[in-house]
Structures are given as structure tokens and as C-alpha cells.
């Protein structure tokens, strides 16, 4: 039976239309004529039974229908170029794995240790895209998971491999002239806090046995990358695991003013699909994370 499926060109003109809202600069960006654009647009609405694009003297704006129909193609369009990309770079080979990673431990923990997996096994190619939350693996082309949570994650086996103690951390100006700090002195400045981790300054508090009002207040980030600039340009006290700043520690950029910490109730776990379980090259890259895992827990 023939798919219900309109051709690429048609799909990629509708697309460039949309991401301008203008036919002009549809047809510049895919050198064709603003003709074959229009002409495109309407067999697409056409083909659809559905209007995707209001024309006007001012121009053309999109349809809610338009709206929608885009930020769908526009999706499976990145997701077919990226395919197309991975098959040409792989050669057509299957040793490639399409890793979901949390953005800021995928940067500054997973990428300089990939070298070493690369050693052993030199024909695997190591795909990683930024992913913070969990997702159906059904819907994604993702072969395996890396994530911050507590294990739960539906359809997946899940292994932990590292926990997060985290430290708090400002710019060095911030506290100044003083080098250090008491730990009830940390209220005197605003608390950063982190998106994915609302819980973690109480969480600090409570290890010292203090109960502190405003513990979930202030300015909030969903990156620890946004945390640490944020906190290196003065504008609060932040609690950031130490091997995800290493250079800003490193740098004096980021001081801990209090040097206390404690161990996060979730964990870095390693989500493994069930329809990927017996898959060699993504338990291959698992034991090796699990074990990259063990050093840094005894560092």
C-alpha cells in the first residue's frame, strides 16, 4: 500500500518557507524561484486538505495547522539528515552508537575520557547528543542513555555508576576579602540553584543538621554549565560536583568557600533499552563506562 507520505522536496521547501514565513527566502535558501516555492506550498496543501499558510499583501504567515505540521517536519527532517550523515560517516557499518547524554557530565566528564574507548576499540563510532530528561527510546534513534535520576526510567535496564557530591562554589570577588567562609555565613549571599536538582541546598543543610528557610530561593539554571558562569561572575553561591568545574577550580575563576559536602540521593545511571539488551557494541560501551565509573569513585 503506498505511504500517505509527501515527497522530500516538497516537505523541505514547506519547511525553509516556514522557518522564514516567507517564500522569497525559501526559494533564496534553496536556490529556486519564489514560483516553485508557491507552487510547492500548494500542492503540499493540496496533498493535505489543509491550509498551511494565510497569503496576504504583507506576505504570508503560517495556519495553526501550518504552525504544527512544521515543528513536526521540521523534527523528522533533522532526524533524517542526521541518519543520512551517520550512514556516510559510518560507511554504511553498524559500529556506531547513538548515545543520549545529560549536556554538562557528557562535555566535561564523558568526552576527555572517550579517547581511552576509542584505544580499545578503535572501529566504534561514538554519537552523543544532549538529552536532560528521560524519553521514550521508541521514539528516538538512541541506542543507549546516560542520565542523572534515581533508576527509574520505563523500558530501560539501568545501571548507577556515579554519584555527585557537590560543593559550594562562588567567584572568589564574591566573598572577598575574605578566602573562606563559616557555614552559616552562606546565607548572607543569594543561593544559585539548579533545575534538576531543586532539593540540593537543603539537602546540604540538612548534612550539617541546619534547617534554613530560603533554602529553595534564587535565581535558577538547568545546566550546571549556567550554574558555574553564573556563579563566576558574582552573582551567587552555587553547588556544583567538583569533576564538572575542574578547570574554573583550577583557574581561581570558582572557589569553595566551604569545603563540605555530601552525596546525592540520585545518581548517574547508565539506561540500557530492553530491545538493545544483547546488543554487543552498546554493552561494550557500558562496561566501559561502568568501569570509568569505579575510578572516579576511588579518586
Known amino acids: 500500500m503506498r505511504r500517505k507520505v509527501p515527497s522530500t522536496t516538497v516537505l523541505m521547501g514547506f519547511e525553509a518557507a516556514a522557518r522564514h514565513v516567507s517564500f522569497t527566502e525559501a526559494a533564496q535558501e534553496l536556490s529556486l524561484t519564489q514560483s516553485a ?12 486538505g489543509v491550509k498551511l499558510f494565510r497569503r496576504g499583501r504583507q506576505g504570508v504567515r503560517l495556519t495553526d495547522a501550518g504552525y504544527n505540521y512544521h515543528r513536526l517536519v521540521a523534527q523528522r527532517l533533522n532526524e533524517i539528515e542526521r541518519d543520512t550523515l551517520s550512514v556516510m560517516g559510518n560507511h554504511g557499518t553498524e559500529n556506531a552508537l547513538e548515545l543520549a547524554v545529560v549536556p554538562t557530565f557528557g562535555t566535561r566528564w564523558l568526552i576527555p575520557r572517550l579517547r581511552r574507548f576509542k584505544t580499545l576499540y578503535p572501529n566504534i563510532t561514538v554519537n552523543m547528543t544532549n538529552k536532560t530528561r528521560p524519553f ?17 526510567w520505563s523500558g530501560t535496564r539501568t545501571t548507577l555508576f556515579m554519584h555527585e557530591r557537590p560543593v559550594p562554589v562562588c567567584s572568589p570577588d564574591l566573598i572577598a576579602p575574605k578566602k573562606a567562609l563559616a557555614y552559616d555565613e552562606i546565607l548572607r549571599y543569594p543561593l544559585l540553584q539548579q533545575t534538576t536538582r531543586p532539593y540540593a541546598w537543603r539537602e546540604w543543610f540538612r548534612s550539617l543538621d541546619m534547617r534554613v528557610e530560603r533554602d529553595m530561593s534564587g535565581q535558577r539554571y538547568e545546566l550546571f554549565t549556567m550554574l558555574a558562569e553564573a556563579a563566576s561572575h558574582g552573582m551567587g553561591i552555587a553547588l556544583i560536583p567538583p569533576f564538572l568545574i575542574e578547570r574554573e577550580l583550577a583557574s581561581g575563576q570558582l572557589v569553595v ?4 559536602s555530601f552525596q546525592s540521593r540520585g545518581g548517574y545511571y547508565f539506561a540500557l533499552p530492553d530491545h538493545r539488551k544483547d546488543d554487543e557494541i552498546v554493552n561494550l560501551f557500558r562496561e566501559w563506562v561502568l568501569s570509568e565509573g569505579e575510578l572516579e569513585n576511588l579518586a
Do not use: K, M, W
Not at 39 to 44: F, N, P, T
Not at 257 to 260: D, F, N, Q
Open 37 to 48: 516555492i508557491c507552487r510547492q506550498i500548494a500542492s503540499l496543501e493540496e496533498f493535505l
Open 257 to 260: 568557600p566551604v569545603s563540605h
Open 136 to 152: 521514550l527510546f521508541s521514539d528516538t534513534p538512541f541506542d543507549a542513555a546516560i542520565y542523572f535520576g534515581d533508576g527509574n
